[in-house]
């Protein structure tokens, strides 16, 4: 088995993935402090053909050159809009008829291996702060939570990881 060369990979160029049909996901960071984590969640949203990430409270913006060292590229490729509140954001988006979920552990989370998307519908997703995870505020907004299953003595997964776990499996189960 031969390695593929980049320009073998058949990616799309910033234009045709604008004209692309995207995946009814919208991605909300609220409060991320980390800009490896933001442009992570860029990069992977670029690669499922996210449709927009909402940035919202202390969560950095492009351009910024830690945000790019991860993303490489995707700032330009995924829309994405800063909002300061990201109850704003929530009522907004509920609004639009978009299903609102905060990927959380709380009682009664629904887990992401029994969540199953409902047909020709639109998912706002919410990952919180590195510490605190998902405002109790932001809980109570959301139409639901889903919480990835974890086996070790940890509670907790890197956001930029729980990201890219929950969008793929939301991107496989839209299919």
């Keep these: ?3 593929l060369a980049n320009a073998e990979l058949e990616r799309k160029n910033i ?51 830690e945000i790019h060292k991860t993303a490489l590229g995707a700032t330009d490729t995924v829309t994405w809009e800063y909002a300061k509140d990201v ?13 609102v979920y905060s990927v959380e552990q709380t009682e009664n ?7 199953q998307p409902e047909a020709n519908t639109k ?31 940890k509670h907790s997964l890197n956001i930029s990881v729980s990201a890219g776990i929950v969008i793929w499996d939301f991107f496989q189960k839209m299919k």
């Design 1 to 3: 088995m031969r390695k």
């Design 87 to 99: 109850l704003e954001v929530v009522n907004q988006l509920k609004l639009e008829n978009v299903k």
């Design 109 to 115: 989370a629904i887990m992401l291996d029994d969540f």
């Design 15 to 65: 234009n045709e993935f604008k004209e692309a049909q995207k995946t009814p996901i919208i991605i909300i960071l609220d409060d991320i402090r980390s800009l490896h984590n933001i442009g992570s969640v860029f990069r992977t949203s670029d690669a499922f053909l996210i449709e927009k990430i909402y940035l919202c409270g202390i969560t950095a913006t492009p351009p910024n050159k």
């Design 123 to 153: 998912y706002a997703l919410i990952f919180g702060n590195e510490v605190k995870g998902v405002s109790q505020e932001a809980i109570n907004l959301s139409d639901g939570v889903i919480e990835i299953p974890q086996l070790g003595s």
